[in-house]
């Protein structure tokens, strides 16, 4: 009975190890044909369940000229997911009593900073509700000098606000450079310091630092940029006034290790964190799921807390995390690309862990209104040819672009089958700017040697107020 016994268990752990080898070594052939397919020169990823990590592998090359493949364990910039150190800066100082949410900025910055800003508060800030133009925009700036705080603002403050402090949101990167400023004044030491005492000791990861160009980093890779069928190199210099915003250095596995620890509430209390993930409430009721540096999002039922990165050193990353199945995705890649490679994989890498994580994991299912599938790929057509339709609302159709008609056309062209998957009603876990709309419905266009998926917005009245467009 004993040696039965043991031969069960000899045999499900061997199956068990056996299935998570197929499962390894899919993920491996994904990402290999993604980096190829995308121009990625190299690629790091890692997954934690439950904090542990089950899966880390490095792809390509951390630096193309010396021919240095990337490993699980490359240092990469990781770009905007850095404002999450500048959001758990400020909470520490407020959890110190230096500082509170809802103090006006200005009492923390330089005296240049404008009257226009007095109204702005450290909270609207943290969760892009300020309605500062963004300092990418502004051509005056340089990535090639340093900025004391008061040239920094006064290269920014002639910008006028894009709306009144708390009545829309708009994801801006002027806000971090700006909470670094008061992260200093607040706590009487440089930005970089204080995070590094109070954060980055603490946690003691071995990769994550502050990017300094003239310092030696063991494992960093190399950034590029892709374009006209060649690589270049990356902007190699970067102010340190705009750290917060984008200046952290990290490997694949650390990355995801912070996502747990910060979400895990490691360094600050949970009521802290709980302000941290809260969504905002704008003034006309909009509930916008972004918190402090932190986007929450949902899937076929799947909750995620997520965020992405990039940089104009040549970098791209994101780190996904599902709170129910305590799994998280980290993928940091060293190309500028926006964040949408390692954005496309990660969502394919969740599926394998949680299937039905993204549009490519749903099974076809019942269709429980063909006539309405009908009338919506007649809406396709009508699109492509440019045609009117009262299935869509009248503001959104009055914003379809020529390049979308354009788009449509081309993807009916060679149409083989047009299929519904599912529809979920949206709930206050998706992030969403328009609160009309109150469904989603799915649908899969094959074509010959493609597949394109159609997600409907769709309001009270059904009637169509967005359309968002994957390409598998």
């Keep these: 009975m004993i040696k039965r016994l043991l031969f069960c268990i000899s045999l499900s752990s061997f ?19 993604q980096i190829k397919k995308r121009h990625i020169p190299g ?7 439950d904090g542990k990590v089950i899966k880390a592998a490095g792809y390509g090359l ?33 959890e110190d009593g230096k500082l509170a949410l809802d103090d006006p900025i200005n009492k923390y910055l330089p005296k240049n900073a404008p009257d226009s800003w007095k109204a702005i508060t450290i909270r609207q800030v943290l969760n892009h509700t300020a309605g500062l133009k963004d300092w990418t925009e502004i051509k005056e700036f340089s990535y090639r000098r340093e900025y004391t705080a008061e040239e920094f603002i006064d290269l920014i403050k002639g910008a006028p606000l894009q709306y009144a402090p708390g009545m829309s949101w708009a994801y801006t ?7 670094g400023m008061v992260v200093e004044k607040a706590s009487g030491k440089p930005y970089e310091e204080f995070v590094a005492e109070r954060i980055f000791k603490p946690l003691a990861f071995p990769s994550i630092r502050f990017r300094r160009q003239a310092e030696i980093v063991a494992n960093r890779a190399s950034g590029y940029e892709f374009a006209d069928g060649k690589f270049t190199n990356g902007e190699p210099f970067r102010p340190r006034v705009i750290a917060p915003s984008g200046g952290v250095l990290a490997s694949a596995v650390d990355l995801a290790g912070w996502f747990d620890a910060v979400l895990g509430g490691k360094l600050i209390k949970p009521a802290s964190l709980e302000q941290m993930l809260a969504p905002v409430r704008l003034a006309d009721g909009r509930r916008v799921t972004h918190g402090f540096a932190f986007f929450t999002d949902s899937f076929n039922g799947h909750k995620m807390i997520f965020h992405h990165g990039s940089t104009v050193g040549g970098f791209g990353s994101v780190v996904r995390y599902f709170p129910k199945e305590r799994l998280t995705i980290a993928i940091i890649g060293n190309v500028e690309d926006g964040g ?11 599926n394998f862990y949680i299937p039905g994580a993204y549009l490519g994991g749903l099974k076809p299912g019942t269709d429980p209104d063909p006539k309405f599938t009908s009338g919506l790929r007649q809406l396709l057509q009508d699109i492509g040819d440019g045609k ?5 609302t009248a ?17 009916l062209q060679n149409a083989k089958s047009f299929s519904f998957l599912a529809a979920e009603t949206i709930s206050e876990d998706h992030f969403i700017l328009d609160p009309t709309l109150v469904k989603f419905v799915h649908y899969k266009l094959a074509t010959g040697d493609r597949i394109v998926y159609y997600s409907f ?16």
Excluded: C, H
Aim: hydrophobic residues 45%; glycine residues 4%; negative net charge.
């Design 340 to 350: 949408w490679g390692p954005e496309f994989i990660s969502q394919r890498v969740a």
């Design 62 to 94: 951390a630096n193309i000229e010396l021919n240095v493949p990337a490993t699980k364990d490359t240092v990469y910039e990781i770009g905007s997911i850095s404002k999450q150190f500048a959001s758990e800066a400020v909470m520490l100082l407020v």
């Design 173 to 179: 990167n002027t806000g971090p450079p700006l909470l």
């Design 388 to 392: 009117p339709s009262d299935m869509l």
């Design 395 to 411: 503001s959104y159709a009055a914003r379809i672009s020529a390049d979308f008609r354009k788009q449509t056309t081309a993807n």
């Design 15 to 33: 199956l068990l190890l056996s299935a998570a080898a197929i499962q390894a070594d899919e993920i491996d052939d994904l990402v290999n044909a």
């Design 43 to 49: 690629l790091s990823l890692a997954v934690l369940r």
């Design 457 to 472: 917005r769709l309001d009270k009245n059904g009637k169509i107020g967005f359309i968002v467009v994957t390409e598998e």
